[in-house]
Nanobody, 119 residues
Framework: QVQLVESGGGLVQPGGSLRLSCAAS????????MGWYRQAPGKEREMVAT???????NYADSVKGRFTISRDNAKNTVYMQMNSLKPDDTAVYYC?????????????WGQGTQVTVSS
């Protein structure tokens, strides 16, 4: 099982920026895809952005043009740069990793990091 450690959440004013990080660790695994999901109070968890090992990205319509997902392969770390933040972006953000170890596929979730956009 891959372990994930997230960082980078916090309180920011509307229009501000934050960068989230998620570092994956473990033994004998390869990463197939990494991504970010979020869950606001009273709402279901939703996909925000994903990045496959081949470099393909997918973004929720609500964040296109404002958020950018990227990865440092050497560090097994995924980032999400969030610009022009809006109050509607307030949520707990979760890192998600799809990995393969000994021909078995696993899905791992981070502990979540709070992002609050408020003046």
């Amino acid at each position: 099982q891959v372990q994930l450690v997230e960082s980078g959440g916090g309180l920011v004013q509307p229009g501000g920026s934050l960068r989230l990080s998620c570092a994956a660790s473990g033994s004998d695994f390869s990463i197939n895809a990494m991504g970010w999901y979020r869950q606001a109070p009273g709402k279901e968890r939703e996909m925000v952005a994903t990045l496959t090992s081949g470099g393909s990205t997918n973004y929720a319509d609500s964040v296109k043009g404002r958020f950018t997902i990227s990865r440092d392969n050497a560090k097994n770390t995924v980032y999400m740069q969030m610009n022009s933040l809006k109050p509607d972006d307030t949520a707990v953000y979760y890192c998600n990793v799809i990995s393969t170890r000994r021909d078995l596929r696993y899905q791992s979730w981070g502990q979540g990091t709070q992002v609050t956009v408020s003046s």
